[in-house]
T-cell receptor, first 116, second 112 residues
């Protein structure tokens, strides 16, 4: 079974600064997808960024980028120019490319606070 | 916009009651999921369904059942609610050919 580990329960960043959230995962599969989801106080889970394991290039979405290290099974999220609206719970998630039902396996989350 | 709608945002039930949590999606997605979210534990999969009347157990199915009679609707049933089922419940759906999952706004269930 796949597992996803987020070792930072809480993080804090100054507005306009950069912060990196860590995620590691364990799998024996070679083809899979990785995601970062954001859950603000409204509780609505929003996809931040996704990465296909077969792609060597790291995904980028505006101020959000990932550092995907397949051999190390590491998938960190970098938030540049942090904004107050970035304050939320962030979940790392894994999805097999082959399993039935396409279910997501989540980490335990990192709560990000942004200081004005 | 894709919409996944959960019937209640907050719910308070008594121990032993039968509880129904409803989820409806409007994008004709094949796959639907029920997760439970607890502090420090993240999201854990209870059940999922990849087609009408099809269901599979997730990681923590004990004490729960599900029903999917129509493609757009996926119900989570607590047969006899217990206090340890007090939690946040999240419904999600996705298209079989797309990796992005879309979530409802969550139901915070308190069992007293």
């Amino acid at each position: 079974a796949q597992t996803v580990t987020q070792s930072q329960p809480e993080m804090s960043v100054q507005e306009a600064e950069t912060v990196t959230l860590s995620c590691t995962y364990d799998t024996s599969e070679s083809d899979y997808y990785l995601f970062w989801y954001k859950q603000p106080p409204s509780r609505q889970m929003i996809l931040v960024i996704r990465q296909e394991a077969y792609k060597q290039q790291n995904a980028t979405e505006n101020r959000f980028s990932v550092n995907f290290q397949k051999a190390a099974k590491s998938f960190s999220l970098k938030i540049s120019d942090s904004q107050l609206g970035d304050a939320a719970m962030y979940f790392c998630a894994y999805r097999s490319a082959w399993s039935s039902g396409d279910k997501l396996t989540f980490g335990t989350g990192t709560r990000l606070a942004v200081r004005p | 916009d894709v919409k996944v709608t959960q019937s209640s945002r907050y719910l308070v039930k008594r121990t032993g009651e039968k509880v129904f949590l409803e989820c409806v999606q409007d994008m004709d997605h094949e796959n639907m999921f029920w997760y439970r979210q607890d502090p420090g534990l993240g999201l854990r999969l209870i059940y999922f369904s990849y087609d009408v009347k099809m269901k599979e157990k997730g990681d923590i199915p004990e004490g729960y059942s599900v029903s999917r009679e129509k493609k757009e609707r996926f119900s989570l049933i607590l047969e006899s609610a217990s206090t340890n089922q007090t939690s946040m419940y999240l419904c999600a759906s996705n298209d079989r050919w797309d990796t992005e999952a879309f979530f409802g706004q969550g139901t915070r269930l308190t069992v007293v």
